[in-house]
């Protein structure tokens, strides 16, 4: 079965306090692999897409790298207003389903 | 730019009544995605359209019906509401052309009183 596992669940940090959100999967066939950030009651908002192994993405603190097997969400320094839930997906499959990981509610203390 | 659109933003409802959200992809998106977010969960899909066409179910109930129609917007018909359905619904829309990520629109907040 087509699973996506994200760690941790939460994650507290200081200001300043640079950390790496992992994104496991288990899918036949995948096609690609999104980050998005949510904040409270609202839409996800698309953050990257990674295609294959080996590649990597940036934006402002936010780097985003993927393997066979998972992808890493580095951010470095963080602000308070990064402070967010991020959530993995992952499309695969015949039918290119996307699947959503639980995310990690990141929160970055002043 | 164009965003996905949602209507309504909130929604109550009584036990046992019906709701129907809709959606409004970005301009020249052809794939329409629903899921169901509930408190400090993930979102679950439900359901996707391509080209006014079914492509892909999910955890969608038999209590809930949608399609999309010839301008693209869908929309998401719920009957025999009851209180577990209560959650944020989102739509997202793609353009059907290899992988591409999807787009969110702000969501539907249905409450079952």
């Known amino acids: 079965e087509d699973q996506v596992t994200q760690s941790p669940e939460a994650l507290r940090l200081q200001e300043g306090e640079s950390s790496s959100l992992n994104c496991s999967y288990t899918?036949?066939?995948?096609?690609?692999l999104f980050w998005y950030r949510q904040d409270p009651g609202k839409g996800p908002e698309f953050l990257f897409t990674?295609?294959?192994a080996g590649e990597e993405k940036e934006k402002e603190r936010l780097k985003a790298t993927l393997t066979k097997k998972e992808s890493f969400l580095h951010i470095t320094a963080p602000k308070p207003e990064d402070s967010a839930t991020y959530l993995c997906?992952?499309?695969?499959?015949?039918?290119?389903?996307?699947?959503f990981g639980k995310g990690t509610r990141l929160h970055i203390l002043p | 730019a164009a965003g996905v659109i949602q209507s309504p933003r909130h929604l109550i409802k009584e036990k046992r009544e019906t709701a129907t959200l809709k959606c409004y992809p970005i301009?020249?998106?052809?794939?329409v995605y629903w899921y169901q977010q509930g408190p400090g969960q993930d979102p679950q899909f439900l359901i996707s359209?391509?080209?006014?066409?079914?492509?892909d179910k999910g955890s969608i109930p038999d209590r809930f019906s949608a399609q999309q129609f010839s301008d693209y917007h869908s929309e998401l018909n719920m009957s025999s509401l009851e209180l577990g359905d209560s959650a944020l619904y989102f739509c997202?829309?793609?353009?059907?052309?290899?992988?591409?990520?999807?787009?969110f629109g702000q969501g539907t907040r249905l409450t079952v009183v």
């Open positions: 301009p020249r998106h052809d794939t």
């Open positions: 899918v036949s066939g995948l096609r690609g």
């Open positions: 359209f391509y080209e006014k066409m079914q492509s």
């Open positions: 990674l295609y294959s």
């Open positions: 997906a992952v499309q695969a499959g015949r039918d290119d389903k996307i699947i």
């Open positions: 997202a829309s793609s353009e059907n052309t290899g992988v591409t990520e999807a787009f």
